[in-house]
């Protein structure tokens, strides 16, 4: 199969039970699969016929020779028996080598397919599910559990195939060679299903636990890295070393327990099968003394038979191992059967040129099971303005201007946007509307260039890069760096601080061209006299477009059309900059708080500047 990913829905594949889902599973590769199956068949009837030769050697053969070797028209024959045997030798190491090559195909393409499903899947969930899940588990089922469903479909899949092909085949022979032979070698198969069916669910459950458990330490693995500067800064390593090794001394005991249950089943089954094949060598014995058979049947029945018990013996140790690739099968089975977020779900997604008039009416709005953020949210903005969000943290300030984009449906009241309802539009067009810069903003381990025409789905120049740069107060630090806009960002090249970072990320949603503009404290790691450059930039940009503007600074908001008053997820206020100065109680209170704040300061550094002068001067 070539790089382009197939389409197949593997949400579709989902069933009632765990084996015909894999068998769904198997779509489009089981031609392959069969392929290897019926090549492992061939490879078997070969390996048959070689014992069935061997009995045509030692019936017919050697004793027509005993006494008379030489001169006698029968030596003419052996060569082509000694022909025979390297012909399906050969035969048979074909075979397999065609099977192994098959299986590979099968299993590495469906376990590939079901990675890109994965992938593409996983980035399509809603925020509600995404912020349930933990990155660390949804890591751990996209790769080691879709791993332990590949070894089932190269090992167990395949297997079952073999063993069955090699019983059927081999137990047909030995029937043919003696019926009643052939019966007494496979009484304890109901014994070794029955062990099997145990081992089976108790294999299962301790798979599963320690499957969790891997979760868990992939978990703690990835958040200890992310938040590393934390744990140094806190000096928390000693602490954190603590909590992983309990964490990984859980995931031994349950190691342990999982291949103590194996160890104990592998000397039992082969302890049931070698008890059977001693008792058909016995028997055979037996029968061949009273002459019941040849020896050249006994010869075959001996190659034979441990062909028949060896697929007996692999069948329970495929269905214990079987088990772990089922578990996996469910855990991933969890994340497909997720809904997707509905991207193109909405009446409205045609071309339409949006003006960005925005109206809230009485909208509430509570996290999944959680309590209310937003209550009776009530405001409006005509096209082109400029709203400000000022609050305390944790007011619902981001909360707000998350269900725009639709990242969260509100749960009541209603978002009109150019006088229609919020949920008639697609999600897909609506994001493409709307820019966000995140109050923590992530780059990719890209570079510059990449990162910054991230969202633009066309091809861009150089003048329009620098010119969203140019805007958002970044253009100059980055022609500073050796390779400019080629410079790498993260591990391999430079680490950009905050306040840089938050400028790249105004660039990139600059360059996107929004009609609706969400800075979400866009500005907080940026230098004053840096934020009012941008500022000024964006107010030029921004004109005839609809912009949000979160922060902390009375500065950043005061010369917005709109200035929204947040506290517990209510508007207390709202007005602009003077009719809240001329009837507002808390903003008056902010804008007295922070003015005073920065005069004090001006006075220190004025004070302290002239000491400074002063005591250069005495010198
Ligand atoms: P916000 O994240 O909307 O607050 O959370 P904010 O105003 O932007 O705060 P700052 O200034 O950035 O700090 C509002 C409430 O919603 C809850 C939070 O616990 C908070 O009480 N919340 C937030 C959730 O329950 N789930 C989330 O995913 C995010
Ligand atoms: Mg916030």
């Given at each position: 199969?070539?790089?382009?990913?197939?389409?197949?829905?593997?949400?579709?594949?989902?069933?009632?039970?765990?084996?015909?889902?894999?068998?769904?599973?198997m779509h489009g590769f089981r031609l392959?699969?069969?392929?290897?199956?019926?090549?492992?068949?061939?490879?078997?009837?070969?390996?048959?016929?070689?014992?069935?030769?061997?009995?045509?050697?030692?019936?017919?053969?050697?004793?027509?020779?005993?006494?008379?070797?030489?001169?006698?028209?029968?030596?003419?024959?052996?060569?082509?028996?000694?022909?025979?045997?390297?012909?399906?030798?050969?035969?048979?190491?074909?075979?397999?080598?065609?099977?192994?090559?098959?299986?590979?195909?099968?299993?590495?393409?469906?376990?590939?397919?079901?990675?890109?499903?994965?992938?593409?899947?996983?980035?399509?969930?809603?925020?509600?599910?995404?912020?349930?899940?933990?990155?660390?588990?949804?890591?751990?089922?996209?790769?080691?559990?879709?791993?332990?469903?590949?070894?089932?479909?190269?090992?167990?899949?395949?297997?079952?195939?073999?063993?069955?092909?090699?019983?059927?085949?081999?137990?047909?022979?030995?029937?043919?060679?003696?019926?009643?032979?052939?019966?007494?070698?496979?009484?304890?198969?109901?014994?070794?299903?029955?062990?099997?069916?145990?081992?089976?669910?108790?294999?299962?459950?301790?798979?599963?636990?320690?499957?969790?458990?891997?979760?868990?330490?992939?978990?703690?693995?990835?958040?200890?890295?992310?938040?590393?500067?934390?744990?140094?800064?806190f000096a928390r390593q000693d602490f954190?070393?603590?909590?992983?090794?309990?964490?990984?001394?859980?995931?031994?005991?349950?190691?342990?327990?999982?291949?103590?249950?194996?160890?104990?089943?592998?000397?039992?089954?082969?302890?049931?099968?070698?008890?059977?094949?001693?008792?058909?060598?016995?028997?055979?014995?037996?029968?061949?003394?009273?002459?019941?058979?040849?020896?050249?049947?006994?010869?075959?029945?001996?190659?034979?038979?441990?062909?028949?018990?060896?697929?007996?013996?692999?069948?329970?140790?495929?269905?214990?191992?079987?088990?772990?690739?089922?578990?996996?099968?469910?855990?991933?089975?969890?994340?497909?059967?997720?809904?997707?977020?509905?991207?193109?779900?909405?009446?409205?997604?045609?071309?339409?040129?949006?003006?960005?008039?925005?109206?809230?009416?009485?909208?509430?709005?509570?996290?999944?099971?959680?309590?209310?953020?937003?209550?009776?949210?009530?405001?409006?903005?005509?096209?082109?303005?400029?709203?400000?969000?000022?609050?305390?943290?944790?007011?619902?300030?981001?909360?707000?201007?998350?269900?725009?984009?639709?990242?969260?449906?509100?749960?009541?009241?209603?978002?009109?946007?150019?006088?229609?309802?919020?949920?008639?539009?697609?999600?897909?067009?609506?994001?493409?509307?709307?820019?966000?810069?995140?109050?923590?903003?992530?780059?990719?381990?890209?570079?510059?260039?990449?990162?910054?025409?991230?969202?633009?789905?066309?091809?861009?120049s150089q003048q329009e890069i620098e010119?969203?740069?140019?805007?958002?107060?970044?253009?100059?630090?980055?022609?500073?760096?050796?390779?400019?806009?080629?410079?790498?960002?993260?591990?391999?090249?430079?680490?950009?601080?905050?306040?840089?970072?938050?400028?790249?990320?105004?660039?990139?949603?600059?360059?996107?061209?929004?009609?609706?503009?969400?800075?979400?404290?866009?500005?907080?790691?940026?230098?004053?006299?840096?934020?009012?450059?941008?500022?000024?930039?964006?107010?030029?940009?921004?004109?005839?477009?609809?912009?949000?503007?979160?922060?902390?600074?009375?500065?950043?908001?005061?010369?917005?059309?709109?200035?929204?008053?947040?506290?517990?997820?209510?508007?207390?206020?709202?007005?602009?900059?003077?009719?809240?100065?001329?009837?507002?109680?808390?903003?008056?209170?902010?804008?007295?708080?922070?003015?005073?704040?920065?005069?004090?300061?001006?006075?220190?550094?004025?004070?302290?500047?002239?000491?400074?002068?002063?005591?250069?001067?005495?010198?």
């Amino acid at each position: 199969m070539n790089a382009v990913q197939d389409n197949f829905d593997i949400k579709a594949t989902l069933a009632g039970s765990r084996l015909v889902g894999l068998w769904r599973l198997m779509h489009g590769f089981r031609l392959p699969y069969f392929g290897a199956v019926t090549s492992l068949g061939a490879a078997a009837v070969s390996k048959t016929g070689t014992y069935l030769l061997l009995r045509v050697l030692a019936d017919r053969l050697l004793p027509a020779l005993q006494g008379n070797p030489s001169a006698n028209p029968v030596m003419a024959l052996l060569p082509w028996i000694a022909a025979g045997f390297v012909f399906l030798a050969v035969f048979e190491g074909g075979f397999t080598y065609i099977s192994g090559r098959l299986a590979a195909y099968t299993a590495e393409g469906i376990a590939r397919r079901l990675r890109n499903y994965l992938f593409d899947h996983i980035q399509r969930l809603p925020f509600s599910y995404l912020d349930k899940m933990q990155t660390g588990e949804l890591i751990q089922r996209s790769t080691s559990d879709v791993d332990a469903m590949r070894r089932f479909f190269a090992d167990q899949a395949i297997g079952v195939g073999r063993i069955l092909l090699l019983f059927i085949v081999n137990f047909t022979a030995i029937l043919n060679l003696d019926t009643t032979l052939g019966l007494a070698s496979v009484i304890v198969i109901p014994v070794i299903v029955l062990v099997s069916i145990f081992f089976f669910r108790r294999v299962t459950k301790a798979y599963e636990s320690y499957q969790e458990q891997d979760a868990v330490l992939s978990t703690t693995l990835q958040e200890n890295l992310a938040g590393v500067r934390v744990v140094k800064a806190f000096a928390r390593q000693d602490f954190e070393r603590n909590k992983f090794e309990k964490d990984n001394h859980r995931k031994f005991v349950l190691g342990r327990r999982l291949l103590l249950m194996h160890s104990t089943f592998w000397p039992l089954s082969d302890i049931i099968c070698g008890a059977q094949m001693l008792g058909g060598f016995v028997l055979a014995a037996i029968f061949a003394i009273d002459g019941r058979i040849t020896v050249g049947t006994y010869l075959a029945y001996h190659g034979l038979v441990v062909w028949l018990i060896w697929p007996m013996r692999n069948l329970g140790r495929l269905i214990v191992q079987a088990s772990t690739g089922l578990v996996s099968y469910g855990r991933v089975m969890e994340i497909v059967r997720q809904d997707r977020e509905p991207l193109e779900e909405g009446k409205l997604q045609a071309s339409l040129h949006l003006r960005g008039e925005i109206a809230f009416e009485n909208v509430g709005f509570h996290y999944d099971q959680g309590a209310e953020v937003l209550e009776d949210i009530t405001f409006t903005c005509q096209p082109g303005q400029s709203v400000a969000l000022l609050g305390s943290t944790g007011s619902g300030k981001t909360s707000l201007v998350n269900l725009l984009p639709r990242f969260y449906e509100y749960s009541t009241g209603k978002i009109l946007l150019d006088g229609v309802e919020l949920n008639q539009y697609s999600r897909k067009f609506l994001r493409s509307q709307i820019g966000i810069v995140e109050q923590e903003p992530f780059l990719f381990s890209r570079s510059l260039r990449e990162n910054i025409t991230y969202g633009v789905g066309r091809a861009v120049s150089q003048q329009e890069i620098e010119q969203a740069a140019k805007v958002a107060a970044i253009h100059d630090i980055i022609l500073s760096f050796p390779d400019g806009y080629d410079t790498l960002i993260g591990e391999k090249g430079v680490t950009l601080s905050g306040g840089q970072k938050q400028r790249v990320a105004i660039a990139r949603t600059l360059l996107k061209d929004p009609r609706i503009l969400i800075l979400d404290d866009a500005t907080s790691s940026v230098d004053t006299e840096t934020e009012a450059a941008i500022r000024q930039a964006l107010k030029q940009l921004m004109v005839g477009r609809t912009s949000f503007i979160i922060a902390h600074r009375i500065q950043s908001v005061m010369h917005a059309d709109l200035i929204l008053v947040l506290d517990q997820g209510r508007i207390v206020e709202q007005g602009t900059h003077d009719e809240l100065l001329a009837r507002g109680k808390i903003y008056p209170q902010i804008h007295d708080l922070q003015t005073r704040i920065e005069s004090e300061l001006e006075q220190e550094i004025a004070s302290a500047e002239r000491r400074i002068s002063s005591t250069e001067q005495a010198k």
